[in-house]
């Protein structure tokens, strides 16, 4: 494809994004058939992002060229969302493919941000956020992704529990404030994962949220309070300060001492 159809055949050039989509994307097809798609578009965003760079900023010819790389690799992305038929073909090509965006680098960050807002599945394309991005570019993903997704109800959390799952692994103070403003999403999985997030990463800090929480009028999940009270027993926290809190809820599985709590 020339630079004259990139610029004046926009239309052509999406209707190509969009067959070599069907084509990766569908789960019956031959693994060789979603690997030729795959090689186009990569080839597709690869060279308009080079053609772009040769170009003034701002011009429309740049622009026009940055929007067809960026839907070149969006589409892309999309082929982590689905599961093909074979398990063994499914698994092989998310690898390669991850290896292959990887290896592009900062040129994916944009793509990612816009894939990422409607998208369900979300975890590879956040580990090639974690392998191309600096500390700035990947919180500002991230940050972008929390406003795609607050703690208020989502028919499908899918999103959002890969979001927080990555946001668990950083080295962060941030972390800890994120997960604890988690503890009042309206699901149960969510805060479940929060709950669990904040005492894997034993930042005694965190200890403050999860009393409070233990103490929610409405949290009547048992698992959680239950998790709560297994944490503070396997940390050994001082949770002298909040004894009436502890005893409230203590069950047949803890012992409290009124300094600390202990599995039975």
């Not at 960050?109 to 975890?123: H, N, S, T, V, Y």
């Not at 500390?135 to 993903?141: K, M």
């Not at 103070?173 to 997960?179: A, G, M, P, S």
Request: hydrophobic share 40%.
């Amino acid at each position: 494809m020339g630079l004259k159809d990139m610029l004046f055949g926009s239309g052509r050039g999406k209707t190509r994004v969009e067959k070599l989509t069907k084509r990766i994307t569908n789960q019956y097809n031959q693994s060789v058939d979603r690997y030729g798609a795959m090689e186009d578009l990569l080839k597709l965003g690869a060279q308009s992002w080079e053609k772009a760079e040769k170009l003034a900023e701002g011009s429309p010819e740049r622009e026009a060229l940055e929007r067809q790389s960026e839907d070149a690799y969006v589409a892309l992305l999309k082929r982590f969302e689905m599961n093909a038929s074979k398990s063994i073909d499914d698994e092989e090509e998310k690898g390669w493919l991850y290896n292959r965006l990887s290896a592009i680098g900062k040129p994916l960050l944009g793509p990612i941000k816009r894939f990422c807002k409607d998208a369900d599945g979300i975890a590879w394309a956040l580990r090639i956020v974690e392998d191309v991005a600096n500390e700035r570019e990947e919180w500002e993903i991230l940050d972008a992704l929390l406003e795609f997704h607050p703690p208020v109800y989502e028919r499908d959390p899918s999103a959002k529990l890969q979001m927080l799952t990555h946001i668990k692994e950083i080295e962060d103070e941030r972390v800890r404030e994120i997960l604890s403003s988690y503890l009042d999403d309206p699901d149960e999985n969510v805060r479940f994962f929060c709950v669990d997030a904040l005492i894997t990463n034993a930042e005694e800090q965190a200890k403050g949220a999860l009393i409070k929480h233990l103490d929610a009028a409405g949290e009547d999940s048992v698992r959680l309070c239950s998790r709560i009270l297994d944490g503070f027993a396997d940390l050994g926290w001082d949770l002298s300060e909040h004894a009436a809190v502890i005893r409230k809820h203590l069950d047949d599985d803890h012992a409290f001492d009124g300094k600390m709590l202990t599995r039975r």
